[in-house]
Antibody, heavy 117, light 107 residues
Framework: EVQLVESGGGLVQPGGSLRLSCSAS????????MHWVRQAPGKGLEYVSA????????YYADSVKGRFTISRDNSKNTLYLQMSSLRAEVLAVYYC??????????WGQGTLVTVSS | EIVMTQSPATLSVSPGERATLSCRAS??????LAWYQQKPGQAPRLLIY???TRATGIPARFSGSGSGTEFTLTISSLQSEDFAVYYC?????????FGQGTKVEIK
């Protein structure tokens, strides 16, 4: 069974940093591209960032480019999202998502990121 | 980026009735369209990919159709567990984008 477990969310001050982690199990992690998708409270889904299976290619939404960095450690079956220069608008649940040919068959339970002074 | 527009925003349906949800793309996405179901407090769940292929474990009452810019998700006979928010997603052009969602509520 595929399991994706996010951690690292929480309350951070404006301008601060946070690193999200996603521990994966139940599939060959190194064979799949992985994404982060977020959802602001009461809002829809928004793609944030993606990374290829070997980590060689990364992609970012314009709204986070230059402030977020996605990475992965295939030896640890773990996906990361380093978030910096955080602003209030990043308030959302961040989901770790396994991609398969464009669609998302598996999602984590999400981790909430809140920015407030 | 491709804008996905779902309609209606809210659909009120009685249990046992058919529900038809629409999703329109601002430009052609071929058949690269997926649908997700999300219940309160839960992560989204994949229902349909490739416009019409049901994901593993998805009941046959869920069906998808369309191509190009117009897509439809049909739930043939709504069950109590089907009341939720549904999102479409295109994966034809980067970045992948989602519709704003259709909430299916009990009438």
């Amino acid at each position: 069974e595929v399991q994706l477990v996010e951690s690292g969310g929480g309350l951070v001050q404006p301008g601060g940093s946070l690193r999200l982690s996603c521990s994966a199990s139940g599939f060959t992690f190194s064979s799949y591209a992985m994404h982060w998708v977020r959802q602001a409270p009461g809002k829809g889904l928004e793609y944030v960032s993606a990374i290829s299976s070997n980590g060689g290619s990364t992609y970012y939404a314009d709204s986070v480019k230059g402030r977020f960095t996605i990475s992965r450690d295939n030896s640890k079956n773990t996906l990361y999202l380093q978030m910096s220069s955080l602003r209030a608008e990043v308030l959302a649940v961040y989901y770790c998502v396994k991609e398969r040919s464009g669609w998302y068959p598996s999602w984590g339970q999400g981790t909430l990121v809140t920015v407030s002074s | 980026e491709i804008v996905m527009t779902q309609s209606p925003a809210t659909l009120s349906v009685s249990p046992g009735e058919r529900a038809t949800l629409s999703c329109r793309a601002s430009q052609s996405v071929s058949s690269n369209l997926a649908w997700y179901q999300q219940k309160p407090g839960q992560a989204p769940r994949l229902l349909i990919y490739g416009t019409s292929t049901r994901a593993t474990g998805i009941p046959a009452r869920f069906s998808g159709s369309g191509s190009g810019t117009e897509f439809t998700l049909t739930i043939s006979s709504l069950q109590s567990e089907d009341f939720a928010v549904y999102y479409c997603q295109q994966y034809n052009n980067w970045p992948w984008t989602f519709g704003q969602g259709t909430k299916v509520e009990i009438k």
